[in-house]
């Protein structure tokens, strides 16, 4: 199967209230997506549509026909308040996850029938995003960051190895790193906030993980690395397991950047079939 992807772009504002709450209850639930006139995002769009490709054409489907058909459905979202100005969210919030389902059925509907809608991402912010395709369950992520000294250096290598292995990253006194953690859950929504995990208690949740390690020496201060180096992949392994029971079953996929230029991602422990 080929994917073909197009990046759209809109501009829009919204407001997280649900009217039969207290505005405590709004408050706890949504923090500052609660205040009263709403506030406003530029929303990055990907549309990945797949199919049989055209031997003709070469194509899945005409990218300027597709282009034409989202930039028709967007230009109803685009400088406009979701709340307000657009038919879709009178009984559902505007939610990142309930706005890409929402733009899910128009696309799809749309569609010539020589193709089909694969995947969309939508970003709220860079570092928040939620992504569809289709199924009973949608994906949220969001990107945190902490930063933090280490040293590689296994204890069951010699010296000599360590140095030879790991080059300047084993230099006795540590270096550090400013780690970026893009965490991804999934999940069904819940009807009433729209949302496919409260999104306070994730960042509480997450926070708390992160703030053990932020501003810490991983190896001199980390139990866990103790023993283990402090590579980028045992600590995104670390982090998996720290995270995974606290989200309720909902963590689907960490993305670790060490740097700009490394990125490691884990998805759990491979499910043997039963
Ligand atoms: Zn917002
Ligand atoms: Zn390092």
Redesign the pocket.
């Known amino acids: 199967m080929v994917y073909a992807t197009r990046r759209f772009e809109f501009s829009a504002a919204?407001?997280?209230w649900r009217d039969d709450w207290s505005a405590e209850e709004n408050e706890r639930v949504f923090g500052p997506?609660a205040r009263p006139y709403?506030?406003?995002?530029n929303y990055t769009l990907d549309v990945t549509v797949t199919g049989t490709l055209d031997p003709r054409t070469g194509m899945v489907m005409n990218m300027t026909d597709l282009k034409a058909l989202v930039n028709t459905i967007l230009d109803a979202f685009d400088h406009r308040h979701l709340n307000e100005d657009t038919p879709y969210f009178r009984d559902i919030l505007?939610t990142?996850e309930n706005i890409v389902r929402v733009l899910w059925r128009l696309i799809a509907a749309h569609l010539p029938a020589e193709a089909r809608l694969a995947r969309l991402r939508l970003y709220?912010?860079q570092d928040l995003w939620a992504e569809y395709d289709g199924s009973d369950e949608t994906t949220f992520a969001r990107a945190y960051t902490f930063s933090a000294a280490h040293r590689l250096h296994a204890p069951a290598l010699s010296d000599a190895e360590n140095r030879a292995i790991y080059g300047k990253c084993n230099n006795p006194n540590g270096h550090g790193h400013n780690y970026t953690l893009e965490v991804s859950v999934c999940g069904p929504l819940d009807p009433e906030t729209g949302m496919a995990i409260d999104m306070v208690t994730m960042d509480q949740t997450v926070r708390a993980v992160l703030d053990a390690l932020d501003f810490r020496h991983l190896d001199n201060e980390i139990a866990a690395f103790a023993t283990m180096p402090s590579t980028a992949e045992n600590i995104v392994v670390y982090l998996w397991e720290q995270l995974e029971p606290r989200l309720g079953g909902r963590l689907a996929h960490l993305k670790l950047w060490e740097t700009r230029k490394n990125v490691f991602e884990y998805a759990g422990p491979a499910r043997l079939p039963a």
């Open positions: 919204h407001r997280y997506g709403g506030h406003g995002h505007p990142t709220e912010m």
